[in-house]
């Protein structure tokens, strides 16, 4: 996977693919703005290898910069709009505020089951599930779950449904839907938006239930357990009522 690669090779890898698809549209003779188009296209679904939201939009907008910068040839002013169009369907503007779009690791989730045991018809959410990576990783910790997915990009919501068909993918805001019918929340947000995230499970989710969170701690609450993934990330698990975490001295 592109995301795997060193940057920026991942950018270059894209922005070439793109000239390449651009110059066969030419080579056909497709009309400019179906050739700008289907380039356009191909980098913006590849800018989710990006790690962080400016390398998302270097590689988003790497081909048609470049196409304007070369002078190869004119095109409506119009057209210039269109990787934009693109890069907001997939990147909303709400959507800024919270996760980055990065996935969760295959493995990452391996050990949850065992410290957060669930019924095995219990309700599952990915919230945020993006290009569905943490649908499968929830997937392969507890199979017989009923997994949900939610996700404010059309693109990534249509991309995640595709890529986990035993799961059920909605699109919608996280911080608007009900988290009171689930026996686990999974979030791979940002520390900027944990307290949020503790503030909706404190008052959504019911005694039992369980918020885990890859990578970031919610540091106002004491965790149930913590674990060590292979990468060195850590997978915080708070169980409701939840604990608030004693003042450190």
């Known amino acids: 996977m592109?995301?795997?690669?060193p940057w920026?090779?991942?950018?270059?890898?894209?922005?070439?693919?793109a000239w390449a698809l651009f110059g066969t549209g030419h080579m056909l003779a497709w009309p400019v703005w179906a050739s700008l188009a289907i380039a356009?296209?191909?980098g913006v679904v590849s800018s989710v290898s990006g790690g962080t939201w400016w390398r998302r939009v270097m590689i988003g907008a790497g081909f048609p910069l470049s196409l304007a910068l070369s002078g190869?040839?004119?095109?409506?002013?119009?057209?210039?709009?269109?990787?934009?169009a693109l890069l907001l369907l997939i990147y909303p503007l709400n959507a800024w505020r919270d996760a980055p779009l990065f996935p969760t690791p295959a493995e990452a989730l391996r050990d949850v089951a065992a410290a957060a045991p669930l019924p095995g018809a219990a309700l599952v959410l990915d919230a945020g599930s993006g290009l569905g990576d943490?649908?499968?990783a929830l997937h392969r910790a507890y199979p017989m779950a009923q997994l949900h997915g939610l996700e404010w990009s059309w693109p990534l919501r249509a991309i995640s449904a595709l890529r986990c068909p035993w799961a059920r993918v909605r699109h919608g805001d996280i911080w608007r839907a009900d988290w009171s019918p689930y026996a686990l929340v999974y979030l791979f947000q940002r520390p900027e938006s944990m307290e949020r995230a503790v503030d909706k499970a404190r008052?959504?989710?019911k005694p039992g239930a369980w918020l885990v969170s890859l990578e970031f701690e919610a540091e106002s609450l004491e965790p149930q357990v913590i674990l060590d993934?292979?990468?060195g990330r850590k997978v915080w698990l708070y169980r409701a009522p939840f604990q608030t975490r004693k003042a450190r001295m």
């Open 229 to 231: 993934c292979a990468d």
């Open 134 to 136: 943490g649908l499968k």
């Open 8 to 17: 920026p090779v991942p950018a270059l890898l894209a922005w070439a693919s």
């Open 72 to 84: 190869v040839l004119s095109v409506p002013a119009w057209a210039w709009l269109l990787p934009l």
């Open 2 to 5: 592109l995301s795997r690669l």
């Open 203 to 205: 008052a959504q989710l």
């Open 40 to 42: 356009s296209v191909f």
